[in-house]
């Protein structure tokens, strides 16, 4: 190498020398060499919350009693005494079927009670004097027996001819027409009791220690802006082995007839309250492969954290697992932020919230 050339690689190296000491030390850095800078995030702080423990279900209105009104004997029928949809009491006589010929025949037994019980007379009499045997007055007497036993069966069949509602509530639609001849197998109407009414529903076996006989619920209806009150008053004696579920059964006032058998309910009974919730937004809650995390604020980075969540309400969830009073998790950047990326929290919602109240 030439004097010459030795001199020109001498003053290069000595230039790149002085430039790389004179060049600033940078911080950590991105992979575009820039250095990284921390995102500015909204942060909520973790506290505890009184959580009311509900179960929501769905179930179906039903009429507090229901029977389909049937004649017990058959017959001609003479008149209805009702009007469909109508209201009546207890005892009240709804129908009549033709029982003119079971009168005639009572009639007649009473003819024939009569003499027999003149012949019993005038047989102890006789008896008195030895005209007769002990055994023919006892004839005279079974005699006198048996037509008071052909009495009261006639008596029953004369008041079936007569059809009582058995208990108060409210009709539904006539089925049959006066003068159609009827049978046991015909329905005449059906009457339902609908004040109280109850209410059916299904709920999960794992909320069997937590559903109690005199608890109280809400539900709504279809077709009513209302919430109605029930109160528990009969679980089901077994777990339906295909749905996993037992029956619950609740009774509701219902004096404005409001409600219908039949409706649809949707149902919310609180079983308790936990003082010590842990609830955080539903948007801070990231749904991953193995489970659900969020972003914890930790020594200015956003940490990872993986949680186990229970309730869900309207705007926030319940975490089980995971988090700790006093931390803080990001609520806003959720979608650009890594494990581990500096971040700068620059506003708490919790905060903005106490103020706007």
Do not use: H, W
């Not at 909520?44 to 179906?60: C, F, H, M, R, S």
């Not at 389909?68 to 009549?96: C, D, H, T, W």
């Not at 971040?343 to 708490?348: A, D, G, K, Y």
Request: glycine letters at 6%; a negative charge; aromatic letters at 4%.
């Amino acid at each position: 190498m030439t004097p010459r050339l030795i001199i020109l690689a001498g003053l290069i190296l000595i230039s790149f020398s002085c430039k790389k000491e004179n060049t600033p030390q940078q911080g950590p850095s991105t992979s575009s060499g820039q250095p990284q800078r921390a995102m500015p995030v909204d942060g909520y702080i973790v506290d505890y919350q009184p959580l009311e423990k509900k179960i929501n279900a769905t179930g179906n209105i039903i009429a507090f009693e229901s029977v389909e009104i049937r004649p017990e004997r058959s017959g001609k029928l003479l008149s209805l005494n009702f009007q469909e949809s109508s209201y009546v009491k207890q005892g009240q006589l709804l129908a009549q079927i033709d029982d003119s010929e079971l009168v005639a025949q009572r009639n007649r037994l009473d003819i024939n009670l009569e003499l027999a019980e003149k012949e019993v007379a005038r047989g102890k009499e006789l008896l008195g004097i030895e005209g007769i045997s002990k055994e023919e007055l006892d004839r005279l007497e079974n005699a006198v027996k048996d037509i008071k036993a052909q009495q009261s069966i006639l008596d029953v069949q004369i008041e079936k001819s007569k059809i009582f509602a058995p208990f108060s509530g409210v009709l539904g639609l006539r089925q049959l027409s006066q003068g159609a001849y009827v049978t046991p197998t015909n329905v005449l109407v059906e009457l339902q009791q609908i004040n109280p009414i109850k209410l059916e529903f299904d709920v999960p076996e794992r909320f069997l220690s937590q559903v109690n006989v005199g608890q109280q619920l809400d539900f709504t209806v279809v077709g009513s802006p209302d919430t109605f009150v029930a109160q528990v008053y009969a679980l089901g004696s077994e777990i339906s082995p295909t749905t996993r579920t037992f029956k619950v059964r609740a009774r509701s006032q219902n004096q404005r007839s409001l409600l219908k058998p039949g409706q649809f309910a949707k149902i919310t009974l609180v079983t308790g309250i936990d003082n010590e919730a842990i609830l955080v937004p539903t948007d801070a809650v990231i749904p991953v492969l193995d489970g659900k995390q969020v972003y914890v604020a930790r020594n200015g980075r956003a940490i990872a954290t993986s949680v186990v969540t229970d309730d869900r309400q309207e705007s926030e969830v319940q975490v089980t697992q995971g988090l700790q009073k006093g931390d803080t998790i990001l609520m806003s950047g959720l979608l650009s932020i890594s494990d581990g990326a500096l971040i700068n929290v620059t506003s708490l919602i919790n905060e903005q919230k106490a103020v706007e109240q």
